[in-house]
Structure formats: C-alpha cells, structure tokens
DNA sequence: CTGAAAGCGCTAACAA
DNA sequence: TTGTTAGCGCTTTCAG
C-alpha cells in the first residue's frame, strides 16, 4: 500500500503488469502466481518469497474483469440512492452509505451507487445490474417505504439483503436487518418519564406508515406502562417543519402536554419553532426529543435530543448477512433487529 | 427495463443468457448480435429487428466482466469518500454524490464508492483500484484541503477529473471543476448591502484555508468597491459552531456590525446562537448569511440565507470533463469556475 | 453484410 | 509442489 511500483522499462505506463508478468520475472509459471495470491499455502515457502518480491516490484495487482469473468463474480455490492430530500433532516441514508462502504471494504467488496432512471419502476436499475451481472449482490434501503422491490427481488431469485423489515410480508425468504424504532421511541419516552413529565404528546406520521406507527407504538406502551393518558396526546401528519409546528402548537393549546416526542428530526424542529414563537425554552419549559439524529439536531439551539441508529452497526451486520448469501448458507434468523441509543441534549 | 424476460426452459435462473444464447435463437451468429447491440448500423433492418426480438425475450443483457476484459474498460468511476463529520453542517458531498450519480448515469457509467484504509496515505485506495484497472478513472473531491493527491495522481498518469481547483498549483495539467467562492460571498455581501447594511462582519477560517480565503476575498473586495471599511470586521476561527458563537460575540461586542457574512453554515448558526442568547432578532436585528445551504439552514429559524453551490451542474460538468480525459481529447480550458447562488431566507 | 478465428487476464481442473 | 490445458463471454480483426 503506497509503495511506489518499479516503472519496468518498455511498458506503457498505463497497462499494469499481468500475472505472466511476475511469473516471467519470478521464474515460475503463471499458475504459481495465481496460487501465491490465492491459495498461498499451496507453495513452497522459498518460492512464494520469490513470486512474492516479483509481485512487489512490479506491483502487480490482479486485474479485476479477468478475475471477475473467471470466477464470476463482481466483489461489487449495488445500492440504489434515492434522489436527496430538500428541507428535511433526511440524515440516516448518508450516514449509512458511509458506514456501508467501510464494512464492505473489510469484506473486500466495493459499493456501486446507482439510481432509479425511470422513478415509477420499483425495480428500475436492480434489474439491468443484475442481468449483466455488474453485481454480485444488493442491499436494498428503501423497503421502510412499503416498497415492493424486495418481493420483486426475492421472486427474481436475486440474491440481496433489506436494510427494513418485509412489513408487509413477514415471512419473506430474504436476510434483513433493521432496528427497532419502537424500541427507540420507547426509549425517549422513558427518559422524559423519569425526568418528571406525565404530559407527554406525540407528533408521528400519516397512519398508512408502518415505520411511523411502529414507532408511535414505543411512546403509547411507556405511557400506558406507567397508567398514563395517551388520549388526545397525539397527532399524525406530514413530515415537514411546518407540519410539526402546527402540530405541536394545537396540542399545546389543547391538552398542554410538557413535552414531545417526534417521529422525525424534522418534525421536532417544527416544535422548537412553536416554542420560539411563543417565547418557551426547550428544555427548560418543555421537552422535545426527535428521531435519527441529524446534523440540524446537534446543530440547533439549545441542542436537540433524538433518537440514533446504530449505522455503523446495522451496515455491519448487512454485510455479514450478504456473505451468508453469497455462500448460499442457511441463515438461523431471517432478520436481526437492533437497539437505537439516544443522544441528549439540550432540548430535553 | 422492467419486462420480465421469459424464464428460458432448461436454465437455471441464476446464469443470465449470453450472446451464444440470444445468436441460437435468432439463428446468427454470435458476432451477428455483437454487432446489434455495439453496431447496429451494420446490419440488415430485418436481420436486426430479428436480433433484436431474440434479446427482448431472453432479457439479454452483455456480460460487465466479459465486455470489461475485453475493452480494458470498466464503465466505473472511482470516488472516495471521507467518513462523516458530526456536528458540522457539511452537506456538500452528500449532495454531491448524488449528482454525480445521476451525471453518470447519462454517460453510461457507475459509481464506485471507497474510503481510505490508511487516512495518512494520500494515494490510499486510488493505488489499488487503479493497478487492478477496477475503474477507468476517478473523481477527486477533496482537492479543496490542499491534499496531494491531485499531483501524485497526475505523476502516475491517472486519469481524474477533480471537484476543487489546484491551489497549491496552477498549472497541473488535469481539468478540473469548481464553484467559485469569492463570487459566492459577494453575492452573499451585496446582498446585504442592497439592503442598506454597511458594517458587514466576516467570519471564516484560518489563514492556511486557501479557500477560507477566497471566500474571504468576496466580501473583503464587495465592501471595497463601495468605499466601506473591514478593518475589525473580520475573525479567523475553526469550523464549528461553538466558534462562530464566540466570534461573534466578540464582534458584536467590539465593532457593532450589523450583519455577518459566514464562511459556512456551522459558523453562521454559531453566530445566530449569539443573537439568540443576547434576546436579538436574526433578520430583524442583525443579518447572517452563511454557506454550503445546508440542511440546518433550512431548517433553523427564521431560516438561514446560505450560499449555494450548484452542485448538480459541478457534477455534469465533471462527467462530460472525465469524457475528455478518457477519450484523450485535448481540452481548451482545464479548468470551469462555476458560480454560486443566494438562497435567501429570514436570516436576512 | 455476415461468419470464423483470436485473445483480453485470470483461475479451476488436471497432469506431471 | 509445479506446469499444462482449457475456457469464462465478449469484441476486434480479417475473410467470405
């Protein structure tokens, strides 16, 4: 790594040397080098140094479409970016790519971005990939919208692993791994709780999100676990700014909760916007927690508390979930559902 | 795209059809559809229409790893990306990728995604990729830290187009694209000038911040040009938001500006904290404008007018650039200065 | 306009 | 343990 190649006389500087190169220089055959890279315990120690210094100097590295072709197999894993949302504190798809790209790197796959061309496929780009065999496998990032492509996928018999449940079909054949958003709720509805609020209202989405009333869920059963109300204390709509401040300030003038919890970062922003208007401190007079932990979240005043998912972890576990099918082995569990944490700040 | 290619008897579903298969049922021969699919213009309409139908049925799609070999080409583009940094508004590659995804995707490529395993090694990953031909060029971003990579890239003949100008050295002979920043500030200065400010504060990097600098010299050379002092007016600081809250203050406190012209999104919401915490109204009172149009801008209240880059045309103009270079054609300008706009918000 | 032959660089079988 | 042979699927000469 890093280590200047010796510029061989006579070859062009832009074809890199080949296997028949070393072998030439090492004194061996090709297949010897193909084995010293693949399979070096099949070689004699004083010859895999041999063929191992011919590899250094040249710096040789085995070309990837002969490798590819040969074995097939792309070492590439595809992931479909959606185009990015404005005004929103869309955070968690970036931060997953990134984390994505780290763990593949470990397995020795690299990450091949593409994106839908035609929006209204749900299999736009999956399908071409697969066909031409660019892959060798996809993770899918969009099923939390109750997407069909990971039926469509299963059904193709492509092999890919969903980052978000099959709500819709929880029996679905395909690895996933996702993390628990109720769990995540949960957990900040229980830290207002112990902080002394019993007036504690929820902002979430339309009702026809899965993710949304998964996550609803989390805040009604740690109310309703310590005998407290939940009537009246919720609402459900867009997921804008604009949406959570309007939101927020009909409950507050109608069942005076003492806090929030949000199904987004968004949404909480909206009801900073409320408090500031009516000239509340967050966190002093009433709390807010959001969801996902986004950059506006650690960014805004007086600090927002919210929700995080483990990426890092969960794009771990993905890759190991891909090894699991690239080797066709059987999986003890379809899915694997992970813990959120909570980051406090000021707001609450 | 999207029709369910007929599930041919016999073959398995996992082994897409190769060029033998679709030349058997069309009754050609296998460079016959070569030619339908590279060159269709050699052949008879209705030889080709009759191609054509066979690869319609058989969801014929070329073999990547087969047409990779034999082209020496891998239709990737390599990008490396840093790993996320918290608690800052950097909003910019994110936005990016996507673009440039999109771009590519017009010019018949992918996007290849990888991250440096040794941070200290500038030439970490691209070296690999290159050796093992895994892409056939890269595009470099983060030219703007002053980092080498561009230089040794170019001593080693790569082929890259980079998102950044060459500070460090004018004359490097790869193009390059990038948004002009003192254009950005400008713009950002006179906006407030046309709105009657006079004492315009800056706040930006350190001096070794070649662009902190030419972001700088926007609003240095728009108070110039109408004969209005900087003196006192400006403060270097790091990139985060506790420091543009500290900048600020001091500022405010020593030369009474009434707007602040920011070198990023983090310092200008540092400097509406300082607003906030002294019960003054951004907009009303003081003025702030920052850079990058940042998520946290338009989320923040009363939301913050932000610089933009227009970074969807950055990246099309990096592809139709990496054409150029891959195709060896010499190219008139190698470099294009691209020009910011105002996203004006309640800041201001 | 169509077909035959060659080979890109590699690795999986097999033979020595 | 090493070398030989074959072929992955495609495109690029070059003949027909």
């Given at each position: 790594m890093g280590r200047m190649p010796e510029r061989v006389p006579g070859r062009l500087p832009g074809s890199p040397p080949t296997l028949a190169d070393v072998a030439e220089r090492a004194g061996v055959s090709r297949q010897t080098v193909s084995n010293a890279v693949n399979n070096a315990e099949l070689l004699r120690p004083?010859?895999?140094?041999?063929?191992?210094?011919?590899?250094?100097?040249?710096?040789?590295?085995?070309?990837?479409?002969?490798?590819?072709?040969?074995?097939?197999?792309?070492?590439?894993?595809?992931?479909?970016?959606?185009p990015h949302l404005e005004g929103t504190a869309e955070a968690t798809m970036d931060r997953f790519v990134h984390s994505l790209v780290e763990a593949s790197r470990g397995a020795g796959y690299h990450v091949l971005l593409f994106d839908a061309v035609?929006?209204?496929?749900?299999?736009?780009?999956?399908?071409?990939?697969?066909?031409?065999?660019?892959?060798?496998?996809?993770v899918v990032t969009d099923t939390y919208l109750g997407n069909p492509q990971a039926g469509l996928l299963d059904e193709r018999g492509a092999p890919f692993v969903?980052?978000?449940?099959?709500?819709?079909?929880?029996?679905?054949?395909?690895?996933?791994?996702?993390?628990?958003?109720?769990?995540?709720?949960?957990?900040?509805?229980?830290?207002?709780?112990?902080?002394?609020?019993?007036?504690?209202?929820?902002?979430?989405?339309?009702?026809?999100?899965?993710?949304?009333?998964?996550?609803?869920?989390?805040?009604?059963?740690?109310?309703?676990?310590?005998?407290?109300?939940?009537?009246?204390?919720?609402?459900?709509?867009?997921?804008?700014?604009?949406?959570g401040r309007e939101a927020s300030a009909v409950l507050l003038d109608e069942a005076r909760p003492t806090a929030f919890v949000c199904a987004s970062d968004t949404l909480a922003i909206g009801v900073l916007h409320t408090l500031a208007d009516r000239g509340l401190s967050a966190g002093r007079d009433v709390a807010v927690v959001g969801f996902d932990d986004s950059q506006a979240a650690q960014l805004v005043l007086p600090g927002l508390t919210s929700v995080r998912q483990p990426l890092e972890q969960v794009a771990v576990e993905v890759v190991r979930a891909l090894e699991g099918v690239m080797t066709h082995q059987p999986r003890p569990e379809p899915g694997l559902l992970l813990v959120p944490t909570l980051s406090v700040r000021g707001s609450s």
């Open positions: 004083d010859t895999l140094e041999r063929v191992r210094a011919a590899i250094a100097e040249l710096g040789y590295l085995p070309n990837r479409a002969a490798r590819n072709l040969r074995t097939r197999s792309s070492h590439l894993l595809g992931l479909r970016i959606s035609d929006r209204t496929d749900p299999l736009a780009g999956y399908d071409d990939l697969l066909r031409a065999t660019a892959v060798d496998a996809f969903a980052f978000g449940r099959p709500w819709d079909d929880p029996g679905a054949p395909h690895p996933w791994v996702d993390v628990d958003g109720a769990a995540g709720t949960r957990l900040a509805t229980d830290h207002l709780l112990d902080r002394g609020h019993e007036r504690i209202a929820w902002i979430g989405w339309r009702k026809d999100s899965t993710i949304g009333e998964d996550r609803r869920s989390g805040w009604s059963s740690g109310l309703r676990d310590r005998g407290l109300p939940t009537s009246g204390l919720a609402s459900r709509v867009e997921d804008t700014v604009a949406s």
